[in-house]
């Protein structure tokens, strides 16, 4: 860095940027990049004699890999095995693939809980008129008695047996097509 005659300001060669440069081309806040660098998913630049810590463009994109990673749902562990997997000359795509589908199956699953939370909340919400005091409300009552259905009870019975599961599941969908 070298100061600007006559003032406090300090320029920046072209390759390196203070925090708040990166964070604003990142498009995060100079917060966010402190919070990355303390969880390791990015390196803190060493502080020179200046005082000020300089990021090269290295920074931005890699800020940007890990906003566009958590947007598609990963964890900042899974970021920094993506990260891991992105440098090391062992892997290969199938790596990254299998991460993805990984991924997509977790997704996957949360839609059908989010499925079934939505049609036990329908179903309860169909039983009120709305009209009345609380304490003939038939939400209020189903909650406190527990006799709500999200297919929690059913995931249960199916975790209990994994191989009988297969075979209950199969045999149901065979009577359902006949």
Do not use: W
């Not at 290295?58 to 990673?69: H, K, L, N, P, S």
């Not at 909340?121 to 259905?149: F, M, Q, R």
Request: proline share 3%.
């Amino acid at each position: 860095m070298t100061p600007y005659a006559g003032t406090d300001c300090m320029l920046t060669p072209m390759n390196e940027m203070t925090i708040g440069r990166v964070a604003n081309e990142a498009g995060v806040s100079v917060e966010t990049v402190r919070f990355y660098e303390r969880k390791r998913l990015i390196e803190q630049p060493r502080r020179p004699s200046s005082g000020y810590r300089t990021y090269d463009r290295d920074a931005v994109e890699r800020i940007r890999f890990i906003r566009q990673a958590q947007q598609l749902g990963f964890t900042l562990a899974e970021i920094r095995e993506l990260l891991s997997l992105r440098v090391d000359p062992q892997t290969n795509c199938a790596d990254v693939k299998g991460r993805a589908e990984a991924k997509v199956a977790e997704v996957d699953q949360k839609i059908r809980a989010l499925r079934a939370m939505r049609r036990a909340l329908v179903e309860i919400s169909e039983k009120c008129t709305g009209e009345g005091v609380t304490s003939n409300c038939p939400i209020l009552e189903a909650l406190t008695k527990g006799a709500i259905d999200n297919g929690s009870q059913r995931r249960r019975r199916l975790q209990v047996s994994r191989s009988g599961m297969r075979l209950r599941d199969q045999s149901h969908q065979r009577s359902k097509a006949r």
